[in-house]
């Protein structure tokens, strides 16, 4: 059974940073694109960063472009965000997603993990 463990969440200030972890297991991790969504109350879940299974490749939403960085570690099965200079408006729940493909679209992804909360006050 796949398993994706998040954590790394919590609240900061504007302009600061949080490094998201996720942990996977029950899988070939090596093998499989990894990606991050995240959903505000109250709206869609939404596509946020995506890496592919050797870490060469990697995907972001316009958004978070040039602020946020997505990568792996292989031997570690654990895929990170490193998201600087935080807004207001990245305030959501992160999930992390494993998939065959990279993609923006979430029904491309097959398993989720549980999220896990940003808060950035302003």
């Known amino acids: 059974q796949v398993q994706l463990v998040e954590s790394g969440g919590g609240l900061v200030q504007a302009g600061g940073s949080l490094r998201l972890s996720c942990v996977a297991s029950g899988r070939t991790f090596s093998s499989y694109v990894m990606g991050w969504f995240r959903q505000a109350p109250g709206k869609e879940r939404n596509f946020v960063a995506a890496i592919n299974w050797r870490g060469t490749s990697t995907y972001y939403s316009d958004s978070v472009k040039g602020r946020f960085t997505i990568s792996r570690d292989n031997p570690k099965n654990t895929v990170y965000l490193q998201m600087n200079s935080l807004k207001p408006e990245d305030t959501a729940v992160y999930y992390c997603?494993?998939?065959?493909?990279?993609?923006?679209?979430?029904?491309?992804?097959?398993?989720w993990g549980q999220g896990t909360q940003v808060t950035v006050s302003s």
């Open positions: 997603s494993t998939g065959s493909i990279a993609s923006t679209v979430l029904t491309d992804y097959d398993y």
